[in-house]
């Protein structure tokens, strides 16, 4: 598995200690464009210019800017749609009217609102539902998201459990 520094971190005071590989893939899942710069210096610039958050203490070490800002986030509980449509989810019922041993499925949310599961023939539509963003796939109860033990994610409905790996 490979590490990846927190692309939500304040780097501005270890700039000097990350490598443009890492100013890369940062502002690569910032969602900045960087075809194009040539100087480590446009990569410094566009690190400090696309700072998603500011309440993070700013850092001498990238890997404890890194650190913090994950430990923030996993205090978040609102899904986003990048997330949601970044994740391979195991997909199971809470009790199959077939009764036990049904296995678990793969599913995936696309970001065109689409939903496919090894379970269904076609893809399905999704969209998030209410004031509290909740998910809800063609007519099916909507899924209510919660954080794991391990910062991952949990979609559920009195039917059935979405798991994230």
């Known amino acids: 598995m490979r590490l990846e520094l927190q692309h939500h971190a304040d780097y501005r005071r270890c700039l000097s200690s990350l490598a443009i590989k890492e100013m890369k893939s940062i502002l690569i899942r910032r969602n900045v464009d960087t075809r194009g710069f040539l100087e480590r210096q446009e990569y410094t610039k566009a690190i400090v210019e696309s700072e998603y958050y500011k309440k993070d203490p700013p850092n001498r070490s990238k890997w404890k800017a890194s650190y913090f800002s994950t430990e923030h986030d996993s ?3 609102c899904i986003t749609k990048e997330e949601l449509c970044s994740i391979t989810w195991t997909f199971s019922f809470r009790e199959h009217p077939m009764g036990p041993g049904l296995q678990a499925t793969r599913a995936n949310f696309h970001p065109d609102f689409t939903y496919t599961s090894e379970m269904f023939d076609r893809p399905l ?3 998030f539902y209410g004031p509290d963003n909740l998910i809800q796939v063609e007519q099916y109860p909507p899924l209510s998201a919660s ?5 991952g994610w949990e979609l559920t409905n009195p039917y059935v459990v979405f798991k994230s790996p």
């Open 75 to 77: 205090r978040r509980t």
């Open 125 to 127: 539509n999704w969209q």
């Open 147 to 151: 954080r794991t033990p391990n910062w």
